[in-house]
Every structure is written in structure tokens, then in C-alpha cells.
């Protein structure tokens, strides 16, 4: 008597349309696109609600650089301007989201992962956490690390101005500055990571990131001079070098992992062969 096996519905994790082989149709991929993209958003509302309640000493701290200028030796009259009845709060507003994607950062780093590989093994799967593990700090510390130079940043750039004119810095422009700088500088120093996970999963081998030094070297240098003005050049280098080094650290345990792959396949060749 013949049986039918029974269809399963779209589990939780939303891959029912997948082939044998684990691949996605195209309606497949934008459906995982929309319920990643929305678990990410909602993380990042809720963490701006929090986010709001923090944004009068956000605002103090992006404030001590522009009036350091005016207390520095030589220094002019420096301060924050807002031009439109609603710029302190449209300003408080983009703070309280900004706070948000920070805080929220595992909830969308997860999602960004679970999108770019959505048909993994188990084994493959617990990559996941090595991943948050590490991507988290990194971009928490990318963050600080564009916060650690703004000062120096805006420093240098108050030092053109005479001290017979008046630095009038306008609160939205200002911060949007701040905020492409200490969000851009976070998400660079995650990259490497992926480049890890690419290669644990198979898709890129140690000696093809090892082979484009060239080009990943180059454009961490284009990437910082964009972040950073072009007359400061010492804050390009303080964010450059650690880049480079998160490079090399991913060619590193990429070229690791590449051996301990070849050698668990040589031994399972050896064992075959007997």
C-alpha cells in the first residue's frame, strides 16, 4: 500500500522552500530578507526607547570637543548651533535611534548571519556563536575606537579657525559627522570576521585573503581617509593600523583552519585507502 509523506509547513526557520541540495528560491531569499530585516528592526526600536533616556549625556559628550576649542590655548568662541525650532529634537531623536542600532547590535548581527547562511549543518550552525562572540566586541570597540579620536578630530580641524572668528557648528551636520565616523569605524572592524566565517564555511580560502593583501590594505587606507578629514592624518593611522591588524588576524586563523582542514582530509584519504 502506498504512502504519502505528509508536507511539512514552513518551520521557524522559514527554509521549507529549500532544494535537496539546501538552496533557496529567489521568493524564498526575500522572504528570509523580510523576517530577518524585521526582527532587526523591532531590536533596534526597542533599544532606541531606551536610547532616548540617555541622550542628554550623549549630547554633553558630543558637545566637550566643540567647547574644548573655546577653552584651548588660543582658542575662539565654539558652539553648537540649531538653526530651526525643531532641531534639538529632531538631534535627540536621531541620538535615541543611533543608541538603539548600538544596542541592538547582537540582535542584527545575528540576523545578518542567519541571511548569508541560511542552509548550514548543525556543525556549521555553531559557528553562530563564535561569531557573535566575536563580532560584538569588535564592533563595540570599533565604536569606541572612532569615539576615542573624534576629539582629536575636531581639534584639529577647530585649529584652522582664527581666534578673531567664531566657530558656529551646526548641531545636525555635527553629528552626523560623529555618527559616520563612530557607526562607519564599528562595522570596519567586523568585516574581518566574516572573512573568517566565509572560510570556515568554504566559500574563500586562506590563500585567496592572503593573496588580495594588496587590495584589503588599500582600501582600509581609502576607507579612513573618507571617515577621517583629509589634515588629520593621525587619526587616519590610529584607525588604519588596528584594521590591518584584524586583517592579518583573519589570515591568521583562516590559513589555521585551512591547515586543520587538510589534515583531517589526509587522514580520512589514508583511512579509505586501506
Same mark, same amino acid.
Given at each position: 500500500m502506498a504512502t504519502t509523506t505528509p508536507r511539512k509547513g514552513p518551520g521557524r526557520s522559514g527554509r521549507s522552500r529549500q532544494d535537496p541540495e539546501g538552496r533557496m528560491s529567489l521568493g524564498a531569499h526575500l522572504?528570509? +530578507?523580510?523576517?530577518?530585516? +524585521?526582527? /532587526? &528592526? %523591532? /531590536?533596534?526600536?526597542?533599544?532606541?526607547?531606551?536610547g532616548w533616556f540617555v541622550t542628554p549625556w550623549v549630547l554633553d559628550r558630543l558637545r566637550a570637543p566643540v567647547t574644548a576649542l573655546a577653552h584651548s590655548e588660543g582658542g575662539h568662541t565654539a558652539e553648537l548651533n540649531f538653526p530651526v525650532i525643531t532641531g534639538a529634537f529632531d538631534l535627540r531623536l536621531e541620538i535615541a535611534?543611533?543608541?538603539?542600532?548600538?544596542? /541592538?547590535?547582537p540582535v542584527w548581527l545575528y540576523q545578518i548571519w542567519a541571511f548569508v547562511v541560511p542552509a548550514l549543518v548543525r556543525k556549521e550552525r555553531n559557528y553562530a556563536i563564535g561569531f557573535l562572540g566575536s563580532a560584538i566586541p569588535l564592533f563595540l570597540g570599533g565604536c569606541f575606537a572612532g569615539w576615542y579620536v573624534l576629539p582629536h578630530i575636531v581639534g584639529i580641524l577647530g585649529s584652522f579657525v582664527s581666534k578673531q572668528d567664531v566657530s558656529i557648528?551646526? *548641531?545636525?551636520?555635527y553629528y552626523n559627522f560623529v555618527i559616520k565616523l563612530v557607526i562607519a569605524v564599528g562595522v570596519a572592524f567586523v568585516l574581518p570576521v566574516f572573512?573568517?566565517?566565509?572560510?570556515?564555511?568554504? &566559500?574563500v580560502s586562506a590563500r585567496a585573503i592572503l593573496k588580495s593583501w594588496r587590495i584589503a590594505?588599500?582600501?582600509?587606507?581609502?576607507?579612513? *581617509?573618507?571617515?577621517?578629514?583629509? /589634515?588629520?592624518? %593621525?587619526?587616519? +593611522?590610529?584607525? *588604519?593600523?588596528?584594521?590591518m591588524l584584524l586583517y592579518l588576524a583573519a589570515c591568521l586563523v583562516s590559513w589555521f583552519h585551512d591547515r586543520a582542514v587538510a589534515r583531517r582530509q589526509d587522514a580520512l584519504d589514508a583511512e579509505l585507502s586501506l
Open positions: 522572504v528570509e +530578507f523580510r523576517k530577518r530585516m +524585521f526582527r /532587526a &528592526v %523591532i /531590536a533596534v526600536a526597542i533599544g532606541a526607547v531606551a535611534v543611533t543608541v538603539g542600532v548600538i544596542i /541592538a547590535s557648528v551646526d *548641531a545636525k551636520s572573512l573568517v566565517l566565509l572560510n570556515y564555511v568554504g &566559500v590594505i588599500l582600501a582600509i587606507l581609502v576607507f579612513t *581617509a573618507l571617515v577621517t578629514p583629509s /589634515a588629520d592624518i %593621525i587619526s587616519m +593611522f590610529l584607525l *588604519a593600523v588596528p584594521l
